[in-house]
């Protein structure tokens, strides 16, 4: 099966893409969702097959490798086609593999053959920034075998080049091709809700690229204010979901996005809809929506389906109204992709996961809130996050113009705003950083000396040397500052400042102040002076009027200094100092008269020294700081290697930089938690459970409490779990302390909210009891949390050195995939 010519024309960017590969170059191609860069992965697949040889696509979640399969499947049919994400295994040696990247990482550090591969594709490589996921992605690119070219695919980035700069590097040839222009336009509007009317304000956000200046006076209302001592009715308001999609449906902007950063906001903004009778259906359509939805949900359970309200899923979806979020089950997020990708759903409430995911534009997106709650706190979005979300808004080939609203919040002003509308791109920062597996794994196959050359070539390093050549050229600077203040300083001791005079001097310098004349005080501030009266014992009052007014006396015996007369003005008569008109009257005489000098040269005069020598401390402190800066950037991956190696020093798994029979069992864990795993592992923790309690026991690894408000206390059902349990937290508590010695950054403390949920699952409790004893945790993140054990289980059921243990983690694994958790996974192998 050919794929044939595409059936457009290609853009400027993919036929220079394209070019590249056919030279044999990697290519980095950074454009905006949305732009057609799928099409020069297409072209490096097509010409690896057609050289004989294969191809890898890798995508950086299941679903989106579940998508790229089918469109692969269906491009160059299902036989070429292989799938490869760790629930799923279809086709493995095919022509065409596509997996997630941290299968392809897993292969790399297995040593498979990968000599018949001709390219490997990294989409969305703008990951390399996720501090938990993104250090794969510069695993695969540094481990690779240098015959394999990269075809990376990436979202708009403003450091293109120096992304680019770090591939030449370490992959060889690589050519950057930049697209900044969005295959359809976008406009962002602002919805603004009236008290005073039912329909809604509309603007544009933006105007010739700048800030609509007609968005300002909709901030006025932000700043509650008082009219007669009552307390004012703010004039806008968030406007009503209801009143937006009803706009949207007149201006035909349908079918669309609205983005809401809570699951249950998704489900209640869907509801909401159906109660208020809304429909965006055909009856033909609504019949062929619940076919593709009893389809997809024709593997579960009908109690399950009961429990799921699938029913009433249904007939909401029926009427093209879906909600979209993780806490779904597989099966209903799937049908409700399917029957948007078809037209039949035209509106649906989703969270981010919908952007991040699967490609499915709409002509429209509505992004509910400009703040999302990040696990423990609410935080704007950034620029790369608004503009994944409104990336997809505009269908090519289909929509001439995408639309983008953001309704009015009293939370956030419209410079916010339209600050979020005009950022086009963002800058890419690694969050590259060895681990206990990774360390492992490169001393399995390289000398110290290797593996520190190796991560030395990271990106992490290539932006920290950049950074640390800035640093250089800025420690240049202060230092020159430095040397310069020094001098100045020092000058300054030579000359001194005038000594303080005695009191005779002052005194007679005094007796030559008449009225009118002007000083200066020690602060440098002109003063005007009204009079000078003698006391006993040669004491002498001085008064004086300032700039600003204000009656100000002086005791002769308080200067240091002689007064000197540096102008006069003429005062104004009568001579009246006591009255206020009259040193107002002084002052604005003041504040016009020329001075010799004038007031901040004899600031200077008097204060310099001081100020140079401050300035002189905050020099050096900062040529301090940028040295400690610089001790931190230089070679800075290379040290965390050591420190990581220091503890796998002390926990016995290297010995003389060679791995020990525990380190090779840490060489196959592939969790956040790694080290805490294989230790319990290593002191037979999990030897001697049940496959429940062991299922209990090893959820305390996976789970994290993500709702808002405290974490629950662990629950075990059985002693033997409690043991281990706190077992476990002591071998972590001492894994801590040598972290803290070796100066390792500690990982997260274990959570029991899921071991007895787990330990029931595994027992054979129904899900719809399960899910009855927490109101909170929805079916789908039931089943994510399920999948999440069952990949530990299988890694310890294929590690554990009791074979007793393994037995029981394999039991474990087969009692909870089953039910809802194992249809999620077999619908997922199904061809859209």
Known sequence: MSPGPPAFELDRFQREAAAHIDAGRSVLVAAPTGAGKTVVAEHAIDRAIANGRRAIYTAPIKALSNQKYNDLAHRVGSRRVGLLTGDNTINGDADVVVMTTEVLRNMLYEGRDLSDLEVVVLDEVHYLEDSFR?????????????????????????????????????????????????????????????????????????????????????????????????????????????????????????????????????????????????????????AEVRSIAEEKISSLDPSDLQLLNAESWIRRLERGIASHHAGLVPAFKEAVELCFARGLVRVVFATETLALGVNLPARSVVVDQLSKFTGETHELLTPAQFTQITGRAGRRGIDKIGHALVPWSPFVTFDQVASLASSKSFRLRSAFKPNYNMAINLLTSHTPDEARALLARSFAQYQSNSELARLEVRLSREAQRVADLEEEVGSQHDHGEPPAADPATINEAITRLRPGDIISDPDGRNLAVMGVSWRKGGRARIRLVSGGGHDIRWDSTELEHVPDTIGHIDLPTPHAPERQDFRADVASRLRRARVKGGARAERRRRREPEHSRADLQRARQEVERIKRMSARHRGSIPLQFDAICDVLHRRNHIDDWSVTDSGKILSRIYHELDLLVVDSLVAGVFDGLTAPELASVASTFTYEHRRPGPAPDPWFPSQAARAAFREISGVASELKRVQRRAGVTRFRDLEGGFAAMAHSWAAGEDLAVLLGTDDDLTPGDFVRNIKQLVDLLRQISSVSPNPATRTSASSAVQAIHRGVVAVSGAVEEQLL
């Open 134 to 286: 993104g250090p794969v992605w510069e695993e695969v690119i540094l481990n690779l075998p240098l015959h394999v070219k990269l075809v990376c695919l990436s979202a708009t980035v403003s450091n293109a080049e120096e992304v680019c700069g770090w591939l030449d590097t370490v992959r060889g040839s690589t050519e950057l091709v930049v697209e900044t222009t969005r295959p359809v336009d976008l406009t962002n509007l602002y919805v603004v809700g009236d008290r005073k009317s039912e329909k809604p304000h509309v603007i544009d956000t933006l105007v010739d690229a700048n800030p609509n200046p007609e968005g300002h006076r909709f901030d006025t209302d932000l700043r509650r204010g008082r009219d007669k001592g009552k307390s004012r009715r703010p004039q806008w308001r968030t406007p009503h979901r209801l009143d937006v999609i009803d706009l949207l449906q007149r201006q035909d902007l349908l079918p669309t996005i609205w983005f809401v950063f809570s699951r249950k906001g998704c489900d209640e903004a869907a509801e909401t809809l159906e109660r208020a009778g809304s429909r965006f259906t055909t009856p033909e359509e609504a």
